[in-house]
């Protein structure tokens, strides 16, 4: 059975850092892309990084390049978001995210891209 477990949220004062980690089980991790998500309240969730299934091409969206790092390692099915300079902004649960990848050499920050989802951790920014 298919399983993403988040970890690594808590909280942080604003310029901190947060490294996010997502354990993938139950499917060939080299086969999907990985996403990144959050949802703040009262807002939809968005797209923040993904990574294709072979790791050789990520996506950022605009408000956390040069801030957030995505990486993964398929040996240990687990896919990370390094995020510095955190800001208040960036407060929101975080959800990981898998979708079919084998073959594409770019990823979309797209929820409808995406077929399994974790739980969400979520990451405060706060004085």
């Known amino acids: 059975q298919w399983q993403l477990v988040e970890f690594g949220g808590g909280s942080v004062e604003p310029g901190g850092s947060l490294r996010l980690s997502c354990v993938i089980s139950g499917f060939p991790l080299d086969l999907y892309a990985i996403g990144w998500f959050r949802q703040a309240p009262g807002k939809e969730r968005e797209g923040v990084s993904c990574?294709?299934?072979?790791?050789?091409?990520?996506n950022y969206a605009n408000d956390v390049k040069g801030r957030f790092t995505i990486s993964r390692d398929n040996v240990q099915k687990t896919v990370y978001l390094q995020m510095n300079s955190l800001e208040p902004e960036d407060t929101a649960v975080y959800y990981c995210?898998?979708?079919w990848g084998s073959g594409r050499t770019m990823c979309l920050l797209q929820t409808n891209e995406y077929d399994y989802w974790g739980q969400g951790t979520q990451v405060t920014v706060s004085s």
């Open positions: 990574i294709t299934s072979s790791g050789g091409t990520t």
């Open positions: 995210a898998a979708g």
